[in-house]
């Protein structure tokens, strides 16, 4: 099995930061890319950001500049720094991974169960 785990989700002010973690645990043989999404209230879930393992990044439009993904591979562990944070960007935000397990070769994507980031005007 293999789980993933978001966290630092919360209420803040239009301008403010909040930095989101996601780790990954279990059976765990190696991870490829990681990627956070997001889905607001009434709209479909859409890509934020992703890495890969070699640290290559990839952002939607409306977060350039504004959010930076990085991660942490010692500890199964991708973070999402945002920054200058906009009432649009209230959403619940995901994190998924492409893991291998171990003792198989086959890789699948998990995901966690979200965190709630509310941005107050």
């Known amino acids: 099995q293999v789980q993933l785990v978001e966290s630092g989700g919360g209420l803040v002010q239009a301008g403010g930061s909040l930095r989101l973690s996601c780790a990954a645990s279990?059976?765990?043989?190696?991870?490829?890319?990681m990627g956070w999404y997001r889905q607001a209230p009434g709209k479909q879930r859409e890509l934020v950001a992703t890495i890969t393992s070699g640290g290559s990044t990839n952002y939607a439009d409306f977060v350039k500049g504004r959010f930076t993904i990085s991660r942490d591979n010692a500890k199964n562990t991708v973070y999402l720094q945002m920054n200058s944070l906009k009432h649009e960007d209230t959403a619940v935000y995901y994190c998924n991974a492409y893991v291998v397990r171990t003792g198989t070769r086959d890789g699948r994507i998990y995901w966690g169960k979200g965190t709630t980031v509310t941005v107050s005007t």
């Open positions: 279990g059976s765990i043989f190696s991870i490829n890319a």
